[in-house]
Structures are given as structure tokens and as C-alpha cells.
């Protein structure tokens, strides 16, 4: 990453985030989450420009909410003061002051429906992440109920059980998250059921501050992280529609089985599907919030090299 420039000092750079650290704010770091966008693993060439807008804002809401006496998060109340002392106040829309914290190397996953990458194992195992399910389920069905499915943090994001976890971060630790996030997939869940939205899944990560506090971390109950469906109306002419990433995901795994790409390589998204995405993005901000999202060009403060 490029050299340090005002406030900022490069500290990280991933798939669709930036991470800064920040002069004079100790043990805090500036969590940039940008227009890039992912899927399958791979890099996607597009950009949909207010993304990053949309999952800052929404995870703030979440945070300083619903969710502000559930867990401790890694958010930092210095945004404003930071923000207008150095002249960044449109830069604040897609950006959040956050603790930094040591991260958890696993991703803490509850399934309200079988979909996505646990319906491969169910069908040849009848499990997902070692958790057994009824026979006959097919994808989209509901499960008879949540279930708690991690993944190892890692760049391909294996499935691991619940006691391979524990074996990596710790008995107490492990069920700690457990309890937290299905704690926190209850209340979504109801809350957005009320809005006519259906929580299919939900991915939470944490990280632990520098008083060994477990810190809910990173995005929270986006579409990024997240899959959404309109109760009334997301089973379209015999296929499922989610307002989420989903729909990158479909197109990307229908490329490659039409061999128009290699499953590994960046690749580019048709333009109108990207277009497509930004507007349920933001309707899906709407429908959690009942606001729209600030959305508006942010700073571009340096480039990365």
C-alpha cells in the first residue's frame, strides 16, 4: 500500500475494505469500506460506487441500535470529532472510527434456511458443519431451526464443526459466540419479519480489544453478509430471488458453467446486473430502516499501489 498521507497510515488492504490506521487516535483504526466488490472467492472487476456507503451505514444503524446492549462492538464514539477536524465529512458515509482489535479466525454463521453452500453437504452427508438435519430438505426450505454453522477465516472459507472451533479459539470463547449470535439472529430475525423481510442467514465476526473484551466486529446484518428475502414475494417463476449478494454469486457460478470463466480468475459482472444490485441494496437499506441511505461520492484520499 502507498505511503502515509494526512491522518491516515495503510494498515490493511482486502477484497472490498481498506483498513488505516490513524495518527493521534491510539489504538483505533479507520474500517473504509469501499465500492470493490467480491464473490465465490474471486475478485469482481465492477464497482457499484454507493456499496460501501450502504454497508457502513447500515452496520452503524445495527450497532448503535438494536444491537447496542446485546455484545460490545468495534465501533469508537471520536467519528464526529475525527471526521471534522480533518476536513473528511463526506468521507465519514462509507468509513467508521473502530477499535482495533485481534480478530477471531473464524466466521460465526447461523442458517434459518437450507441455502447457499450448506445445501452440497446436506446432500451428501446430511449435515452442515457437523449439525444433523431431517431427510428430504430441499434448497430454500426452512430448517426446523437455527442452526449454528462456522467457517474457518480463511481465503477459501471452509465449513469446520462446531468442536473444531472450539479447538481453535477456545471452549469458553467458541460457545461465547455461539450464545451471542444466536442471540443476535433471533432478534433480527423477528424484527425483520415484522418489516416483510425473511433472514435467511447471517454472518457475524469478533474480535477481542486490548482488554480481552470479545467485540462484535466488521459488517453487521448487510446484504454483504447477509441474505434477504421479501416475504411476499421472493420465490419468482420457480427461483428464489435474494436483495444480496446472491445475485453475484448466481451469475458468477452460472460463467462457470457455461465456461465463461475459470472460477479463480477477477472477472467482470455484466454492468445492468451490478445496477440491479446498487438499487437492492439500497431498497433493502429502506426496508430495514424505513430511511433512505446518504449517498454521495466519497473522498478518494490516495490510491494503493
Known sequence: MSKKKGPFIPYHEGKVGNLYDLDGYPNTILLQRTSRMSGLNAKILNEMPTKGMILNQLSQWWLKGILKNIVANHLVDISSDFFTKNGLEEFRLNSSVVKKL????????VRNFLFGSGVGPYKETGKICGVEL???LESGDKLPKPIFTPTEKTATDDHFTYNEMAELVGEETANQIRIITMTINKIASEF???RGIILVDMKLEFGFDENGVLCLMDEVL???????WDLESYYVEGKIVSKDKQKARDRLAKMKE?????GVSDVALPDDLVAEMS???EEIFFDITGEKPVLSWYYVLYKTT
Open 258 to 262: 457455461e465456461g465463461l470463466w475459470d
Open 192 to 194: 425483520l419479519a415484522k
Open 102 to 109: 485481534t480478530p477471531i479466525k473464524c466466521e460465526a454463521i
Open 134 to 136: 431431517p431427510e428430504g
Open 222 to 228: 448487510t446484504p454483504d453478509s447477509c441474505r434477504f
Open 279 to 281: 438499487k437492492d441494496y
